[in-house]
């Protein structure tokens, strides 16, 4: 499974970006797919996933502000991000579960900062 990661870049406090990662090499209707970030100096943490089935889960610091979804259609996982705030800056990655194996993409700079 090969992720590919896009869309990160230099926003400013309030702003919005959508981040894309598509998948090659899986069934991707199948995996469980998320997005982490890693702030500097700090442990990578679970920002949002979504199950085969739709479901999804936030961390609690991005509730009501980015929204996981996907497009089995094209093998692509998006995360909408909107209101960022500067402490939402770090290195977002996707991840994807396939028959209990976990992959990573290459990761994308969101810099939020005025």
């Known amino acids: 499974v090969q992720l590919q990661a896009s869309g990160g870049g230099l926003v400013q406090p309030g702003g919005s970006l959508t981040l894309s990662c598509v998948a090659s090499?899986?069934?991707?209707?199948?995996?469980?797919m998320a997005w982490y970030r890693q702030a500097p100096g700090a442990r990578r943490e679970l920002v949002a996933s979504?199950?085969?089935?739709?479901?999804?889960n936030y961390h609690d610091s991005v509730k009501g502000r980015f929204t996981i979804s996907r497009d089995n259609a094209k093998n692509t996982v998006f995360l909408q991000m909107n209101s960022l705030k500067p402490e939402d800056t770090g290195v977002y990655y996707c991840?994807?579960?396939?028959?209990?194996?976990?992959?990573w993409g290459q990761g994308t700079l969101v810099t939020v900062s005025s």
């Open positions: 979504i199950t085969s089935g739709g479901s999804t």
């Open positions: 090499g899986s069934i991707f209707s199948r995996n469980f």
């Open positions: 991840y994807a579960l396939q028959y209990g194996i976990g992959y």
